[in-house]
């Protein structure tokens, strides 16, 4: 549990780092450049964590640890920025950590890790359908159409965690290759659609339902589709760590708001350079 969830927490740093980093990119225009580039090492280097932490930990477990990232964010752009954070900012922090600390102490046995013929085929077509949604929600214009497409990229980043769970015991056949290739599949199209909305939306609100998403859908299915257990007796408890981490997630994306002027600093510090 220690490993796993340690393994879940550098991730989250990487990914929180990166969030900054890609939405400085993305407010620049530039979601081909040497800064994207970067930021999509940085999330492999955490993916391959993240990895570590599927295989050691229950999935509702390492995706409240990764929705740890938003801390990071926040508190990396307040220093950016010089700004501190606002009070209610400290207050979901404490409350993210100490819901993750009750979940992790109510955690129990990590559940099955095979895959069926009609798991593999509800993966594929969860790509299909996002594939078909993402042209209808980018004709979507102004706010609207950022929610949607945080809402689209949710669900792609939902993907990959649990299509990763088919490497913890791999068997090298078909049951295992089929989901394996689809965790870029989700992961990529997860990173073009939210480029897509930090562009449309404010970073709150196109992150807000990101967060949601890419935190309860892995967990609901690890707990229905992998078994995933509870400690005896600990599931409210356990229901009760989830709730408060998630909401403290959530409320932390308010402060991804201080990204905006980040990026015009960057910006502008850009122009002034001389060349």
Known sequence: MVIGLGAALLAAVLFGVGAVMQAVAARRGRLISLMMALVALIYVMGWALHLVSIAMVPLYVAQVGISASLAVT?????????????PRHR??????????????????????????????????????????????????????????LGC???????GSPIATR????????????APALSIGLFGLLGFWL???????????????PLVLLQTVVPSIVGVFMFSDAFRDGWLPAAI???????????????AEARLEPIADEVTQATERQPG
Do not use: M
């Open 74 to 86: 926040a508190v990396t752009a307040a220093k950016l920025l010089g700004e501190p954070l606002a």
């Open 91 to 148: 207050l979901a922090i404490g409350v993210l950590v100490g819901g993750l600390a009750l979940l992790a102490i109510a955690a129990g046995p990590v559940g099955d890790h095979g895959f069926e013929e009609g798991d593999i085929a509800a993966l594929y077509g969860t790509l299909a359908l996002i594939l078909c949604l993402a042209p209808v929600a980018r004709r979507v214009s102004g706010q609207a159409g950022g929610v949607l």
């Open 152 to 158: 689209l990229g949710g669900i792609a980043y939902a």
């Open 166 to 177: 088919s490497l913890v015991d791999p068997s090298w056949d078909w049951l295992t290759i």
């Open 194 to 208: 939210y480029s897509i909305a930090l562009r449309r939306a404010s970073v709150i609100a196109a992150s807000a």
């Open 240 to 254: 009760i760590g989830f709730v408060a981490s998630t909401a403290a997630a959530l409320a932390l994306s308010d």
